[in-house]
């Protein structure tokens, strides 16, 4: 499952359409409870939000959780770890989801490293730790072509374990919200 996930981000944004193959842009019926090989969990779009649980390959446990603006998805944000994401692999682990998403979207266009300022001061058997430990963590941003998207990978920790986040913006649907923000105002 974690080479059909490397191979989905690396096909090239047109031959699929829709980032994470979601119903971006149409309205999901209330019903809407089936994604992939995941299982819903909960939630559903009156609430606003909605979550799916899976596992790419056997080592990556995976997560899906949908955000809802009316019944539009307008956030995706797909978690895999922390199982697969060790002190000795999240880099390697992270870089393998960067470069899927460099060859599906094109280059990134920003790349913040968060340190805090200990991190100076300790010793670390590997890199990892000190992301592990809360003291650094990785962001990576792209926007796809066409402006409908942007697209954010993390690599961080919580309750010390390492995670990788792939974030999905819906840009049209935040445009739609602020146009009926300002009419109001």
Same mark, same amino acid.
């Given at each position: 499952?974690?080479?059909?996930?490397?191979?989905?981000?690396?096909?090239?944004?047109?031959?699929?359409?829709?980032?994470? %193959?979601?119903?971006?842009?149409?309205?999901?019926?209330?019903?809407?409870?089936?994604?992939?090989?995941?299982?819903?969990?909960? %939630?559903?779009?009156?609430?606003?939000?909605?979550?799916?649980?899976?596992?790419? %390959?056997?080592?990556?446990?995976?997560?899906?959780?949908?955000? #809802?603006?009316?019944?539009?998805?307008?956030?995706?944000?797909?978690?895999?770890?922390?199982?697969?994401?060790?002190?000795?692999?999240?880099?390697?682990?992270?870089?393998?989801?960067?470069?899927?998403?460099?060859?599906?979207?094109?280059?990134?266009?920003?790349?913040?490293?968060?340190?805090?300022?200990?991190?100076?001061?300790?010793? #670390?058997?590997?890199?990892?730790?000190?992301?592990?430990?809360?003291?650094?963590?990785?962001?990576?941003?792209?926007?796809?072509?066409?402006?409908?998207?942007?697209?954010?990978?993390?690599? #961080?920790?919580?309750?010390?374990?390492?995670?990788?986040?792939?974030?999905?913006?819906?840009?049209?649907? %935040?445009?739609?919200?602020?146009?009926?923000?300002?009419?109001?105002?």
């Amino acid at each position: 499952m974690l080479r059909v996930l490397l191979i989905v981000l690396m096909l090239p944004a047109a031959a699929l359409g829709n980032p994470l %193959g979601l119903p971006w842009g149409e309205e999901v019926s209330d019903s809407y409870r089936e994604y992939k090989d995941y299982k819903y969990l909960w %939630g559903d779009t009156n609430w606003g939000y909605m979550r799916f649980l899976g596992w790419l %390959g056997d080592d990556f446990r995976s997560e899906i959780l949908l955000e #809802f603006a009316g019944k539009k998805i307008g956030k995706a944000y797909l978690l895999l770890g922390p199982e697969g994401i060790t002190e000795s692999n999240c880099f390697k682990q992270y870089n393998k989801i960067v470069q899927g998403l460099n060859t599906k979207y094109g280059k990134y266009y920003r790349r913040n490293v968060m340190k805090e300022s200990l991190i100076d001061e300790l010793v #670390f058997v590997s890199e990892c730790y000190a992301m592990r430990v809360g003291l650094a963590e990785i962001e990576t941003k792209w926007r796809t072509k066409d402006k409908k998207f942007e697209i954010n990978a993390y690599l #961080f920790s919580d309750d010390n374990e390492l995670y990788i986040e792939v974030e999905y913006v819906y840009l049209p649907l %935040g445009v739609i919200k602020r146009k009926g923000l300002h009419e109001h105002l």
